[in-house]
């Protein structure tokens, strides 16, 4: 699986904006920086989406 970080993510977004038009920057960099690092959350040593989905 390949990472990307926040700073990537703003890279994609800006070239996308460049491309595509609207507006640059984020309301809410926090939530950014959370919903980029959720895919990696831990749960008893386990990737804690496929442990919700193991027990869901």
Request: net charge positive; hydrophobic share 45%; glycine share 6%.
């Amino acid at each position: 699986m390949i990472k990307l970080d926040v700073d990537a993510v703003f890279s994609l977004h800006s070239i996308a904006i460049k491309k595509t038009g609207g507006l640059f920057g984020v309301r809410d960099k926090n939530l950014l920086v959370s919903a980029v690092n959720a895919h990696f959350q831990t749960y008893s040593k386990q990737d804690i989406l496929q442990w919700i989905y193991k027990h869901s």
